[in-house]
């Protein structure tokens, strides 16, 4: 498995006592697969994939990513596995607003100390591939909401991750513009053969993916699809 939670627990402070976000959640998501977790506000959607991310660290439980334990690996040694394994698509593209739109993908290169201008035909490869490649030099202010949400996309991908975190992704964008990037994601996942985690308040989003999950009160269980998961495309070994 590339994304494998085991018996994740994670508590705040909540005045003298604590607050269960996570309650013995398990996850094992594979690549190529594209997982749907589902739940109201509050229910531990982004508290789930900040633990995925590796970005908070759970009060017991195990996270693997790509077969590698995380527990007890210190902040380099998390962040090097970060840049390396995981591609996250935040809820807002938070896009540089100087830096065009192949900027924006080359930079994330340049933090993994790689030069940006070897990684450009890269960025570029990408920009077409999320269907922008004509607009590779235009920032941010020029490009619509749905475009920036594929650059978001594009500059998640930047680093070849297996595992890919995708937090609400059309909640800012109107009806047509959400379907287009959610095809865009479920077509990805596919044709790069990563494990996808799309974190959403939206069932409407449900028939895209290969599983379901429902997170309510920190307790996460698989449910049954109500029809068989189509074949996708070819997707990379």
Known sequence: MSLLLT??????????GRLTALDRVCLAVPRGCLTAVVGPSGSGKSSLLAVAATLVTPDSGAVHLDGVPLTGAGDRERAALRRRSLGIVFQQPHLLPALTAVEQLQVMAHLDGRSPARARPRAMELLDAVGLADLAGRRPH???GGQRQRVNIARALVN???????????????????AAVLD???RLTGERATATVLVTH???HLGAADRIAVIHDGRLREVPRDRPTPARGSRRT
Not at 7 to 16: N, R
Not at 164 to 175: K, W
Request: glycine residues 6%; proline residues 8%.
């Open 7 to 16: 018996d994740v627990t994670l508590t705040y402070p909540d005045g003298a």
């Open 142 to 144: 020029q490009l619509s």
């Open 160 to 178: 070849d991750p297996t595992v890919l975190l995708v937090d609400e992704p059309t909640s800012a964008l109107d009806a047509e513009r959400g």
């Open 184 to 186: 865009l994601i479920t």
């Open 202 to 204: 939206d069932r409407a």
